[in-house]
């Protein structure tokens, strides 16, 4: 079993940029693959990018594919996402989460992760 707590949420102007951090519970952070997701209240979770066990594969959503970049140091338990060139619409509470199954596909739906962060919130202003 693995807790989530993600951190670096907060108030930003449109075009500019957040790191995000998801800090691991536990010894075998290394052999979750990561994600993290979104959601804006009155709508379904959102994928927006998935990591490798590794770190050496990874997978976006297009609308951040080129603005968005997911990473993680398994020395230190984290996971990150650094976003630049936000914009009004990434406004939403931002959910990192982890997946235990050993098979290496990187998922995109919620139902295949099984653990979950709390949450943080990301507001950007026009």
């Known amino acids: 079993q693995v807790q989530l707590v993600e951190s670096g949420g907060g108030l930003v102007q449109a075009g500019g940029s957040l790191r995000l951090s998801c800090a691991a519970s536990g010894r075998t952070f290394s052999t979750y693959k990561m994600a993290w997701f979104r959601q804006v209240p009155g709508k379904e979770q959102e994928f927006v990018a998935a990591?490798?066990?590794?770190?050496?594969?990874?997978k976006s959503e297009d609308s951040v594919k080129d603005r968005f970049t997911i990473s993680r140091d398994n020395a230190r338990n984290t996971v990150y996402l650094q976003m630049n060139s936000l914009k009004p619409e990434d406004t939403a509470v931002y959910y990192c989460a982890a997946d235990a199954n050993p098979l290496l596909v990187l998922h995109t739906k919620r139902s295949e992760y099984e653990y979950w962060g709390q949450g943080t919130q990301v507001t950007v202003s026009s």
């Open positions: 990591i490798s066990r590794s770190g050496s594969r990874t």
